[in-house]
């Protein structure tokens, strides 16, 4: 009699389960890897655009007091959550007012009501004198306006606050 082995095909049940076990392992490492990457990605997201809804707010009030003829009225300078108002070159007035409840830069001309920038902190508004260096709050002497910027940015680890400011001079004068 002539017995000869027969060699079967395929895998063993030990086999393919070691396999799925790893490939199992693998691929939850690479979601994992996945979505850190892509938290990171949108952290990133929301942080530029959180920063130049700031910038954008603080540009659009700097350029428009450098064309204004005046102050016709400002905020209180420990006032975080402050307001201004412009009177331009045309007669027109531009009003700022910063809602600290809900976060938002309102402007407008006749009442500040639309809305320029969302997610700012606190926006305050500061009148100085010839000098640059002397703040005061009687419209008549004031030459420019030091305009600053707060908002927050969300960390893993608690809550960023950044700030932007710039010193901006009334053409007028």
Same mark, same amino acid.
């Not at 010839?130 to 305009?147: E, F, M, W």
């Given at each position: ?6 060699? @079967? ?21 690479? +979601?994992?890897?996945? @979505? ?5 990605? @949108? @952290? ?33 300078? &420990? ?43 606190? &926006?305050? +508004? ?48």
């Amino acid at each position: 009699m002539n017995r000869t082995k027969r060699r @079967r095909s395929g895998f063993s049940l030990v086999e393919v389960i070691a396999a799925a076990a790893i490939m199992a392992t693998l691929t939850t490492a690479s +979601f994992a890897l996945v @979505r850190t990457a892509n938290d990171a990605w @949108r @952290r990133h997201r929301d942080d530029m655009l959180q920063r130049g809804q700031a910038i954008s707010t603080l540009q659009h009030v700097v350029r428009r007091v450098r064309q204004a003829r005046e102050v016709a009225a400002i905020s209180p300078n &420990a006032d975080m959550s402050g307001y201004l108002t412009l009177q331009m070159a045309d007669g027109t007035l531009a009003m700022w007012d910063h809602n600290g409840g809900t976060g938002e830069m309102l402007y407008g001309t006749s009442a500040p009501t639309n809305l320029l920038a969302e997610g700012i902190t606190a &926006a305050n +508004f500061v009148g100085l004198t010839a000098n640059g260096l002397s703040t005061t709050t009687d419209i008549s002497k004031i030459h420019a306006v030091r305009c600053t910027v707060e908002y927050t940015l969300s960390r893993p680890m608690g809550s960023v606050t950044e700030t932007v400011s710039n010193l901006a001079w009334l053409r007028s004068w």
